[in-house]
């Protein structure tokens, strides 16, 4: 069984079955909440931001491929990791900031779904948005994450939209190359804000809980898989998949997330338009001024999307949750098998569609939940890499040299972003 385990990432196997829970975790990140932001800062700030993209991506492969990495070695979700070796006192106060962010990603995210709709087909855009929720709600609920997980991967390409989008429209790449090589920043506490909140958005803290989650969730369901920790002949194929599975996931993740804000910025900041609001206020400002070939992939590309990415913010709400207060937690298992599991998934799937009916401002909570978590995810990263340190948890597999390189080197411009919008904020 242990050699049929380490076939997993052998040379041979085709790349498309290597992709797994990176694929579906870096397409999850552009979820219509994301597109918002990325849509916001590129109308804003032009092409001022999208050096951001370019410096997170080897920050976001290496933090990401921890968090698989301690997933796979240890066996175990992440904060359930955290519960073992940290005071509870830390591990509540990530998991409540965790769930925080994360409801309100989810309300964004649902209400994005049916304004998109709505925007192509008319309707009434909160009729959809609960339809959507359900529809995702009872997936998770009653579907096994073994036969879920293929399907979450096949919606993936659903980004392949936003690639589209920029065929579509006339992009002046010198200047873009420009403002690449140097980029046009601004010394301002809307400028800092706008990067916290696109860092928090492509470096998130669900994003670690879900990653992790998923490879246990897959060692558990594929025959023969075990943690490295207890079966140390699986870890060079083991360890060899997800590096190639998170480094594909991320750099497709942030090639997207670049030709959002390239969108934004070629279309809605050239001509004026920068107050935009949400992915949908985006996607209608684009008919008039890209035409309806642009506007309906763009829309279009947030409802697939945002199926995709819905499931993942609520499970990893739940992972998280469950791991904090140490239940039994897996897709895998029927609703009464692990009942507070799915009672945080039904809690938060309903607070995030609950949200959207009450007064809140949803795309300034959106805006705000970016930030909290590019606040939050600081703790969180330091904690996983003192974790991938130690040898009692994850023994002979700790990190090696250029993950912790990369993964300090994040967590830093984690911590640097946020000071400096705290410095500025005061000014």
Known sequence: MAERATQEGKSRTPLWRKLSAGLITGAADDDPSGISTYSQVGAAFGYGMLWCILLTTPLMIAIQAISAGIGRVTGCGLLG?????????????????IVVANVINLAADIGAMGAAL???????????????????????MFIPFSRYSPALKFLTLSLFAYVATVLV???????????????????????????????GTTISPYLFCWQASQ??????????????????????????????????????????????????????????????????????????????LAFGLFAAGIIGTGLLAVPVLAGATAYAAAGAFDQRASLEYKPLKAKFFYGVLILASVA????????????????????INGVVAIP??????????????????????????????ATAAMAAAAIVMFVTWRQ
């Open 169 to 199: 429209i006339h992009v002046p790449w010198i200047p873009v190359l420009k403002s690449i090589v140097k980029p046009p920043v601004e010394w301002n506490a809307k400028y800092a804000v706008g990067v916290v909140a696109l860092l």
């Open 352 to 371: 995030g569609m609950a949200l959207n009916l009450t007064p809140l401002d949803p795309i300034k909570a959106l805006y705000w939940s970016a930030v």
């Open 380 to 409: 969180l990263m330091i904690v996983m890499m003192l974790m991938g340190s130690r040898a009692e948890v994850m023994g002979e597999f700790m990190l090696p040299w250029y993950l912790k390189l990369f993964g300090w080197l």
């Open 215 to 292: 490879e246990v969730e897959e060692m558990r369901s594929g025959g023969g898989r075990k943690p490295l920790k207890r079966s140390p002949l699986q870890a060079p194929a083991a360890l060899r998949r997800i590096g190639i599975d998170t480094s594909v996931g991320m750099i497709f993740s942030n090639t997207v997330a670049f030709f959002i804000i390239l969108t934004a910025a070629v279309v809605l900041h050239a001509h004026g338009k920068t107050d935009i609001r949400s992915s949908a206020d985006a996607a209608e400002a684009l008919r008039p001024l890209a035409g309806g």
């Open 118 to 140: 709505t925007l192509l087909i008319g309707g009434p855009a909160l009729v959809y948005a609960a339809i959507f929720a359900l529809i995702s709600l009872l997936l998770q």
């Open 81 to 97: 990791g955290i519960r073992t070796y940290y005071p509870r006192a830390l591990v509540y106060g990530l998991v409540t900031a």
